[in-house]
């Protein structure tokens, strides 16, 4: 069974960067999409971006398009999602997530009950 583990977060100012990382254990996640979400106090789980098996397509929220940057490297067994120009909204706890159930597929998925295996997350602060 895989396992993810997220690191990376922390406090940053707004305007600044962050690159979260997401490593996978237990067997390997190449065959699979992978996705971040997020989730900010008293609010969803949302979709943040989503990358395909072999990174050749990426899907992103309208709210990060264009900041946000998520890539993979199967080798490593890792996922990262490289944050740039943050805002106050982006402050939430990031999860990354694993889609198990389905390989080699030419989509990234963007549906929370589309994945099956989730990290712990890790928080995200942005300070105004």
């Known amino acids: 069974q895989v396992q993810l583990v997220e690191s990376g977060g922390g406090l940053v100012q707004a305007g600044g960067s962050l690159r979260l990382s997401c490593a996978a254990s237990g067997r390997t996640f190449s065959n699979n999409a992978m996705g971040w979400f997020r989730q900010a106090p008293g609010k969803e789980r949302e979709f943040v971006a989503a990358?395909?098996?072999?990174?050749?397509?990426?899907e992103y929220a309208d709210s990060v398009k264009g900041r946000f940057t998520i890539s993979r490297d199967n080798a490593k067994n890792t996922v990262y999602l490289q944050m740039n120009s943050l805002k106050p909204e982006d402050t939430a706890v990031y999860y990354c997530?694993?889609?198990?159930?389905?390989?080699?597929?030419?989509?990234?998925?963007?549906?929370?009950?589309?994945?099956?295996?989730w990290g712990q997350g890790t928080q995200v602060t942005v300070s105004s």
């Open positions: 990358i395909t098996w072999n990174g050749g397509s990426t």
């Open positions: 997530a694993l889609d198990g159930r389905t390989m080699f597929a030419g989509w990234a998925p963007t549906r929370l009950h589309d994945y099956n295996t």
